[in-house]
């Protein structure tokens, strides 16, 4: 964990314990982390996908005009630090301050993939707070003129540099952000359509008029974003003529889910089966077919779902709370007696009168049981309290299973965000359950195993299933539905989407949304139609661009380095050029990085070789494109290099006759 990931945590624990340490505690707290996050070192300057969070305190001028000075900075500055503290508790990073408004960055120095969800959520925590303090400025002051208005927008902005690199922040995308500000209603959040894209079904919305924004030629479509959506599982995919598209390619995935059911249910024993694939190959709308299958039949089975945030390696026990939050229906914003009577209700309807058995769950995913009998004689063995709240949890599903007679599946999503106590928890149930007709289905990217080597290990019964990129035929025919309303896909068309996809489903999904929104492909009318003549230049969509940088951000230093000089090759490239590039990059240390980026998926060897001696490597995806060094001087010295050393390359490839294979090679 890096220094700001653990100042990150800290501000983020503090946050959560404001209700119970006063705000003056609090704020003194993080008045010294904060400090010392600003002295983490920045970055150079660098081109990030970012999402950007505006906003101003609205009838500041009216407040001050009736105020003493003293006053006004106690208002103006108490709700800034307040903000700020919002911000840091979503792993966002304020800017600049100007005036009675502020400036924060998601994805500032580590892209996170929710980034953009991250903003919303922390934008609709400042108007709440807003109408908190304007209940306090009436009361104190009486005056009723105290409000804030939000504007959100996520694009590509250049970081760093300048006279003021800690706060610099440059490109169009900021001015959107603010205009977006600007316009919006007192009191509400206003969205772009590109952030929109990226929390679209987590939040309900209402569609604004177009924005005209200066410096852009179209108007800029927003919504107003009036709540967030109670938690879902739906990763159904919808067309852009919002038709399902059908599940495609995963037949033998899913024939093997199934079978791993029927086993639990015919032995009546537990199985844990862990799907392993990369962002956007489409294991969580695997899930949910399953579940279909599963509730298309006659027999009843009990399903549990949960999550894990991406924030959650630091929040202990953080994925079983979110699994029963979810069956429960706990809120975030519930007090504690409210979260404590349904955690009761829930658990009772098995427990019973076992008091116990609530208490040790409920003090461990942080429900505070600190003054019940049962957990306050315990509360300063964090050992006993562990194992005796692992045993109420394992009999809480074997009680569960005793009343109902149902078989159960437990569907855990994204568990490779999850917290180690929670995975020790999973492990423990999965061992505690063995005599419980019980299939334990854990979606994950190949990180959790880089953590967790033992997770998928010999252990009996577990199962590994990894989910691969989809055929080129199966990625045609998720283009041909996707475009099903036009009644002729030209080749280009499929031909674009399908080679700059790498068979990802969503990036399939949002390139045909990105050719869409471009006016490539025109939707008006019953009828479709291609402007052929634009499908020169694909760039990347900013909804995968963020998933892109987030990968690229896990890496190393010397495995991101070892990426983007790569990157300037090509989508294709082998060891001449790179050895020129950077002398030794080809050695055996340098080797290990490519190999470790191989099993991280990021890159993969092409056989055959292009010439005797040449070892010649892909870099997986878009992944190469966004890796690229950019337009910087280390960047342009490298092309010159890459340009003379594919010149040679070339030379010696006419000399071995084999001249016909440079496309590929350039690829």
């Known amino acids: 964990m890096t220094e700001r990931e653990e100042l990150e945590g800290g501000i983020a624990a503090l946050e959560a314990q404001r209700a119970v340490l006063g705000d ?234 199934i079978a791993a059911f029927e086993t639990v249910r015919a032995q009546r024993t537990s199985s844990v089966v862990t799907l392993v694939g990369d962002a956007g190959l489409g294991k969580t709308r695997l899930m949910l077919e399953f579940e279909r299958w599963l509730a298309a039949r006659h027999e009843t089975v009990a399903r549990f779902h949960g999550r894990a945030p991406a924030y959650g390696t630091q929040v202990p026990y953080g994925l079983m709370r979110a699994l029963f939050s979810r069956r429960f229906e706990i809120l975030d914003d519930d007090t504690q007696a409210v979260a404590h009577a349904k955690l009761t209700k829930g658990l009772g309807t098995c427990v019973g009168d076992r008091g116990e058995h609530i208490a040790l769950i409920g003090q461990l995913i942080g429900l505070d049981y600190g003054a019940n009998p049962h957990i306050s004689g315990i509360a300063d063995d964090g050992v006993q309290l562990r194992n005796r709240a692992f045993h109420a949890v394992g009999e809480y599903f074997r009680l569960f299973h005793a009343q109902n007679g149902a078989p159960i599946v437990v569907l855990l999503d994204d568990l490779h965000w999850a917290d180690d106590d929670s995975l020790d928890l999973f492990d423990h149930i999965s061992q505690a359950c063995r005599d419980v007709p019980m299939l334990l289905l854990c979606l994950t990217r190949s990180e959790l195993l880089e953590r967790r080597p033992s997770w998928t290990g010999n252990r009996s019964p577990r199962e590994r299933l990894d989910l691969g990129p989809l055929s080129e035929q199966s990625s045609r025919e998720l283009v041909e539905s996707l475009l099903r309303r036009l009644a002729s896909i030209p080749d280009a068309l499929r031909d674009v989407v399908v080679s700059n996809a790498d068979g990802n489903p969503f990036f399939i999904e949002e390139l045909v949304a990105m050719l869409i929104d471009n006016g490539v492909i025109a939707t008006d009318g019953a009828g479709w139609d291609v402007a052929t003549d634009r499908l020169v230049d694909v760039l990347i ?60 998926a ?38 010159r290099t890459v340009r003379g050393a594919r010149r040679t390359h070339r030379g010696a490839l006419r000399a071995r006759g084999r001249h016909g294979e440079r496309s590929d090679v350039l690829a």
């Open 24 to 257: 003056a505690v609090v704020d003194t707290a993080l008045a010294a982390l904060r400090a010392r996050l600003a002295r983490v070192d920045s970055p150079a300057p660098q081109l990030r996908p970012v999402t950007i969070l505006f906003a101003d305190v609205v009838g500041s001028t009216s407040v001050s005009q009736q105020l003493d000075p003293e006053d006004i900075q106690a208002v103006m500055d108490g709700a800034l630090r307040r903000f700020t503290s919002l911000v840091e508790s979503r792993r966002g990073r304020v800017l600049q301050y100007a005036g009675d408004s502020l400036l924060a960055v998601f994805g500032f120095l580590e892209a996170r993939e929710d980034d953009p969800e991250r903003a919303v959520r922390a934008g609709l925590d400042i108007l709440d707070e807003a109408n908190r303090l304007e209940q306090q400025v009436r009361e104190r002051y009486g005056r009723r003129d105290f409000n804030v208005r939000i504007g959100v927008h996520t694009g590509p902005v250049l970081l760093g540099g300048g006279v003021d690199a800690d706060g610099s922040i440059r490109g169009i995308a900021v001015n959107i952000a603010a205009r977006l500000e600007q316009a919006g209603p007192v009191g509400r959040l206003r969205i772009s359509y590109t952030t929109y894209r990226h929390v679209r079904g987590l939040f309900d919305v209402s569609e604004e008029p177009p924005l005209s924004v200066k410096g852009i030629p179209d108007p800029v479509r927003s919504y107003i974003v009036l709540g967030a959506k109670p938690g879902t599982f739906d990763g159904s995919t919808r067309g852009p003529d919002g038709a399902e598209t059908p599940l495609i390619g995963r037949d033998a995935e899913l024939a093997k889910l």
């Open 602 to 639: 990021r890159v993969r060897i092409q056989a055959p070789p292009v010439a005797s001696g040449d070892l010649r490597r892909r870099a997986q995806g878009r992944e190469a494109s966004a890796a690229s060094p950019g337009r910087t001087v280390a960047g342009r010295q490298e092309r």
């Open 541 to 600: 969509p900013s909804t995968l661009a963020g998933v892109l940088q987030s990968r690229l951000d896990a890496l190393s230093a010397a495995e991101k380095t070892a990426l983007q000089r790569a990157s300037v090759i090509g989508y294709v490239f082998w060891d001449e050029p790179l050895e020129r590039m950077a002398p030794g990059a080809t050695r055996s240390g340098s080797r290990s990085r490519f190999q470790r980026l191989r099993r991280r």
